[in-house]
T-cell receptor, first 113, second 111 residues
Framework: DGGITQSPKYLFRKEGQNVTLSCEQN?????MYWYRQDPGQGLRLIYY???????QKGDIAEGYSVSREKKESFPLTVTSAQKNPTAFYLC????????????FGSGTQLSVL | GENVEQHPSTLSVQEGDSAVIKCTYS??????FPWYKQELGKRPQLIID?????GEKKDQRIAVTLNKTAKHFSLHITETQPEDSAVYFC??????????FGKGTSLLVTP
């Protein structure tokens, strides 16, 4: 399924709960990204990482956290500080062979109970 | 930072007609302009891209044009087919930095 795997496909969050979205790639890509997609809003950048153990905030990082302990993995945690977490979350990556050509995962739909 | 504006937000055409989607960007340093197609419930997929040293690029029924002076670029789809119905996103970036996306255009091709 394209080398980037996101799980779960659907996720439900209770009030005050932190939830973690998984993103794994076997493409040997250095750069990984998290985007949030809301209807009519396009894709907005949450966090990105260009190398292991380093990551940068995007345009809407508040209420989210990430880690990049392994090249293959870039999990996103939606914390209780994110008051409007319902959205479709997309993970993406690109490698040196095709710089800037983002490959996307299949996404996680997060909803609030 | 970069700001990408995309128009129109919705577009309906009859099968066989052409469709044009336009984007403008704010940062003159941007040098990479991809277009992504997202079908309902699916991941965005790259359909065509252009770099700032090229004015036009074509791939079968789709083409992209870039006007660096005016800071705008457009996607052209000719001989549209029902399977072209999807949301299309333009984006802009500078040399490996994160892509900034437009808000998307929902294209409907009616038979």
């Amino acid at each position: 399924d394209g080398g980037i795997t996101q799980s779960p496909k659907y996720l439900f969050r209770k009030e005050g709960q932190n939830v973690t979205l998984s993103c794994e790639q076997n493409l040997n890509h250095d750069a990984m990204y998290w985007y949030r997609q809301d209807p009519g809003q396009g894709l907005r950048l949450i966090y990105y990482s260009q190398i292991v153990n380093d990551f940068q905030k995007g345009d809407i990082a508040e209420g989210y956290s990430v880690s990049r302990e392994k090249k293959e993995s870039f999990p996103l945690t939606v914390t209780s500080a994110q008051k409007n977490p319902t959205a479709f979350y997309l993970c993406a990556s690109f490698g040196a062979a095709e710089p800037e050509k983002l490959f996307f995962g299949s996404g996680t739909q997060l909803s609030v109970l | 930072g970069e700001n990408v504006e995309q128009h129109p937000s919705t577009l309906s055409v009859q099968e066989g007609d052409s469709a044009v989607i336009k984007c403008t960007y704010s940062d003159s340093a941007s040098n990479y302009f991809p277009w992504y197609k997202q079908e309902l419930g699916k991941r965005p997929q790259l359909i065509i891209d252009i770099r700032s040293n090229v004015g036009e690029k074509k791939d079968q029924r789709i083409a992209v044009t870039l006007n660096k002076t005016a800071k705008h670029f457009s996607l052209h789809i000719t001989e549209t087919q029902p399977e072209d119905s999807a949301v299309y996103f333009c984006a802009a970036s500078y040399s490996g930095y994160a892509l900034n996306f437009g808000k998307g255009t929902s294209l409907l091709v009616t038979p």
